[in-house]
């Protein structure tokens, strides 16, 4: 299966916390101190706009695995 074959449409609240994440941060620097309810606020009124006019922004699917990296998930298979 290619990379196009596997995209499917991204939920607006996906699109929403995106776009707020860009807004706070460059890379993982916060950009500003602006406060995140703000962001959050600000990609809402800019997701609304995207959905009336038709815009579709595609994602991958999830990594394999990826979800568990560095949320202190344990190889069952290990030994303690």
């Known amino acids: 299966m290619t990379d196009a074959e596997q995209l499917t449409p991204a939920k607006?609240?996906?699109i929403a916390e995106a776009i707020a994440y860009a807004?706070?941060?460059d890379g993982?620097?916060?950009m500003n101190r602006a406060d995140e309810t703000m962001a959050r606020i600000v990609a809402?009124?800019?997701v609304e706009p995207l959905e009336r006019a038709g815009f579709v922004v595609m994602k991958r699917p999830p990594m394999a695995?990826?979800?568990a990296i560095g949320f202190g998930a344990r190889?069952?298979?290990a030994t303690r």
């Open 12 to 14: 607006p609240d996906d």
């Open 75 to 77: 190889d069952p298979k």
């Open 23 to 25: 807004l706070q941060f």
């Open 28 to 30: 993982r620097k916060r």
């Open 44 to 46: 809402a009124q800019l």
């Open 65 to 67: 695995g990826g979800a």
